[in-house]
């Protein structure tokens, strides 16, 4: 598809941003690369917009692996991290066959809750095709409590996320 | 889980309302009910946040279809109709086995774009498990453009669902 | 597609049918009615071949349901019915927007194991679009091993699927 | 799961494999890396069974491209690779976090059939957890018709599959 769906296309922006939790400054994404295989296709022979929720799911887990951060094993000491909001502005169809790069990066944290902002451009033009953003909160799993706080230790490796 | 993910849990809310396309009434919504079956869920045995919008879209196709609508047609006919936009609110969760409602109404449109309104709730204890927003654009499937009003059929069509 | 994939149709048979677990009859089918959404599809505008086994999944649970077994309360008693065995004949597709029927019955059981057969037809023509057969075996959650036989107040229940 | 689904677990034979087809060797498997993300999981905490097919699927269109054709190409070309027969056996469940190696080759051609065989293990400990075949069929998209053969350059650049 040739058009773009907004005239002026731009990543949600939040009253949160103001707070005290932990910023991302504008050059810290994480890349994760994706191509669009015929399982993520619909009649339309472009990425069904479902989809998306997959990849970025995956690029979320894959980023906390790159900070120590193992998701499978965060689930077995207790604390799960599901998703309680989010939000996706489709800016262009990505078709069959074509690699893409979902932009994941975690732009604030706030108590138990974590923000992250997505960007998913083409590789070969850099098209960008999706923007949105999506917000996890930690829960006790034995308690099924969502906590006040996120784990320390867990805290303390997602700086390094904002800061390097 | 027992407990709410945000203390007031309420439709996303937009400028757009004010404006003067074909608006729904508070109680007009279309119901579509569902199942968690053990595909729709994740390793914490309830519905993986992801799947819900499968149910969302075969909500929406089923109230077309209740209309006189036929998605598929509509596609043969060379209209598709992407999602432009997303954005769901997750208040509490679903488990395996739990059967639960689809609420959908149109709320909106504009040009060439239609704004569905969301609402999933448990059918035992009718409690609210989310709320969400999607916006569709209508789409000229051989020029690849966006098509600047809906085919006007169509649109007679959806006074239907705003006026019954 | 109007063409047959395979010449002779048929349901896969089996060695197993010789022994004297729980026997079908030719009539005991349970139907499960399917309409095919734009998330089934995939980009040739039919139903993507991995989406049935979701199709698959729903006709056994809720024949299961049918005769008052709860899929979801087994697991929660500690029992799990992972699928062990799969193999599908696809013999015509299914296009965007049509409406099909699964049907399935249990056609053995031996020990902890159970056989599932399946057709999968078209409601307007009849078409006979998949065959197919799946065997789950019971485990027990708890040791993560294999039952010797299914709990005996579950295969008790089963017996209702192949006398009606 | 720590106990082996079969005692015997081994590729599915086929009279299919006396033919004059293209043959692979033993050795000639083509590995494609996954890893079970949480979307992959169902309430067991475990890959969903339905999961496998699209890590199949993606493993083939890789192992094809690695030899120089590009699926979406084929399909834009006019020629489609329906599967139109599965069969998997399920060895060994897959944990949420688990990395794991899809392998999969060629095994025959027969007209315009390719048949793929595949074994997947975990990546730590090499241990067998399905076994599967797929067939597909070449079909010619504009007339809806199965293909006698499949495109001759189709079939030169396969010989590298089975040769290399």
């Known amino acids: ?8 296309p731009q990543l949600p922006t939040s009253a949160l941003e ?7 400054t504008t050059e810290n994404w994480f890349e ?11 009649y339309g022979g472009i990425v069904w917009h479902g989809t ?3 990849w970025m799911e995956e690029a979320r887990v894959e980023c906390l692996r790159s900070i120590g951060i193992d998701f499978a ?3 077995v000491l207790g604390c ?17 066959g074509t690699s893409a790069i979902v932009k994941t990066r975690l732009s604030d944290t706030q108590g138990a809750k974590m923000l992250w902002d997505y960007k998913i451009l083409t590789v070969d033009t850099q098209t960008l095709c999706l923007t949105g953003r999506v917000t996890l909160v ?10 006040r ?8 490796a997602l700086v390094k996320l904002v800061r390097n």
Chains 1, 2, 3, 4 share one sequence.
Do not use: C, W
Not at 18 to 24: C, F, R, V
Not at 32 to 42: E, M, S, W
Not at 149 to 156: A, G, H, I, T, W
């Open 149 to 156: 706080q996120l784990p320390p230790s867990f805290k303390d």
């Open 1 to 8: 598809m040739s058009e773009e769906y907004f005239t002026t």
């Open 18 to 24: 103001k707070d005290e939790g932990i910023k991302a």
């Open 80 to 96: 799960d991290l599901p998703v309680v909001e989010l939000s996706i502005r489709y800016h262009r169809s990505i078709s069959l």
């Open 32 to 42: 994760y690369p994706v191509k669009a295989q015929p399982h993520h296709t619909d």
């Open 138 to 147: 930690g829960v006790d799993r034995e308690k099924g409590k969502i906590m």
């Open 73 to 75: 094993n965060l689930v």
């Open 52 to 54: 998306y929720i997959t």
